[in-house]
C-alpha cells in the first residue's frame, strides 16, 4: 500500500462508515417525504455496484469463498433487520415509504456489530482486505434489501403505472 499507514487507514475506513451510516439515515429520513419509484430502488445498488473496481488492485483480493460467505451474511444476516422495517404505504395514489421509528437505532446497531466484526477481522487480514470484505457483505445487504422493496413496490402497484418517471 506504499507509505499509507494501516492504523490510519483503518480509523479513516471506520469515521468513513460512521458518515456514511448518518448521511444513510438523513437521506432515508427524507425519501419517506417523497414517493418511491422503480429508479430509486435500483439507483443504489447500481452506484454502489462500481466499487467492484476495487479488486483490479491486488492488494484487496481475497479467496472466492471468503466473498461468498461475505455476501451471504450480507444477504441473510445483515439484510433482516431493514427488511422487517421497510414497509410501504400508498397516499394519492402514490406509494410512499413509511417512517420506521427504530431505523437510525437499526443502521447504528448494524453499524456497531459491522466496526466489532471489522475489529476482529482485522486481526487476519489486511486492512485492503478486509475493506474489500465489507464492501461485499455491504452490497450483499443491500441487494436483498432492494430486492425485497422491488417485489413488494410491484405488488403494490398496476404494471402499466411502473414505467419509470423523472
Do not use: C, D
Request: glycine share 6%; charged share 10%; no cysteine.
Amino acid at each position: 500500500m506504499g507509505n499509507i499507514n494501516p492504523s490510519l487507514l483503518h480509523v479513516g475506513s471506520t469515521v468513513g462508515a460512521i458518515f456514511m451510516a448518518l448521511m444513510v439515515i438523513f437521506i432515508r429520513l427524507k425519501a419517506s417525504a417523497r414517493p418511491v419509484t422503480i429508479r430509486k430502488i435500483w439507483i443504489p445498488p447500481l452506484g454502489m455496484s462500481t466499487g467492484f473496481a476495487m479488486f483490479v488492485v491486488p492488494e484487496v483480493r481475497f479467496p472466492w469463498w471468503w466473498a461468498v460467505t461475505a455476501f451471504l451474511v450480507g444477504w441473510f444476516i445483515f439484510a433482516y433487520p431493514l427488511i422487517r422495517t421497510t414497509k410501504f404505504e400508498e397516499r394519492e395514489g402514490l406509494v410512499y415509504a413509511q417512517r420506521s421509528k427504530s431505523f437510525a437505532f437499526i443502521l447504528l446497531g448494524l453499524l456497531l456489530i459491522r466496526t466489532l466484526l471489522h475489529e476482529f477481522i482485522n486481526q487476519y487480514v489486511s486492512v485492503p482486505q478486509s475493506g474489500g470484505l465489507f464492501f461485499i457483505l455491504a452490497f450483499g445487504m443491500i441487494l436483498h434489501w432492494r430486492v425485497f422493496m422491488y417485489r413488494h413496490y410491484t405488488q403494490m402497484v398496476p404494471a402499466k403505472a411502473q414505467l419509470p418517471q423523472s
